[in-house]
């Protein structure tokens, strides 16, 4: 059985690349830093997709903790997007192709041994989330005039 859709609506009015995303209940602003053009009001785009990996992974990590019994005190992620030059594709139609690449560093304060440090490494890797973007990905697009 197929889990619910869960929609999200995206407004872009006149207000350059300012959108107003809604999630049910909830309202966040993006929009492009002004050096691109925009007005610099919220995060852009992949500071989300950014947001959306951490919280995920910090959240999958505490509940693990917790089944566990661990004792945790705080838990923290850093996470840096960037586009490198793809060093396998020297020989590539396009020898300008780049590959992003997201970094994951998640810090945690608590009473554990490296070995539970290692595992809830490995576990960080198993959010939805993560899973999400490494897997099988199929991006369904259409368009509607209204």
């Known amino acids: 059985m197929a ?4 929609i999200i609506h995206i407004h872009l009015g006149p207000d350059n690349y300012k959108t107003v995303m809604t999630a049910g209940k909830h309202e966040l602003i993006s929009d492009e830093p002004k050096n691109m053009g925009g007005s610099d009001e919220g995060p852009d785009p992949y500071d989300y997709l950014l947001m959306s990996l951490g919280s995920c992974t910090v959240i999958t990590v505490r509940m ?15 996470l840096r997007h960037s586009k490198d030059y793809a060093e396998d594709c020297k020989d590539c139609d396009d020898p300008k192709a780049k590959i992003d690449v997201i970094e994951k560093e998640l810090i945690i304060k608590g009473n554990l041994s490296d070995e539970q440090l290692e595992r809830l490494l490995e576990i960080s890797k198993k959010c939805p989330v993560h ?9 369904r697009s259409s368009v509607t005039k209204k």
């Open 3 to 6: 889990s619910a859709k869960k």
């Open 64 to 78: 693990y903790a917790e089944r566990k019994g661990w004792e945790i005190d705080d838990i923290y992620m850093e």
């Open 131 to 139: 899973k999400t973007i490494q897997g099988d990905l199929e991006l």
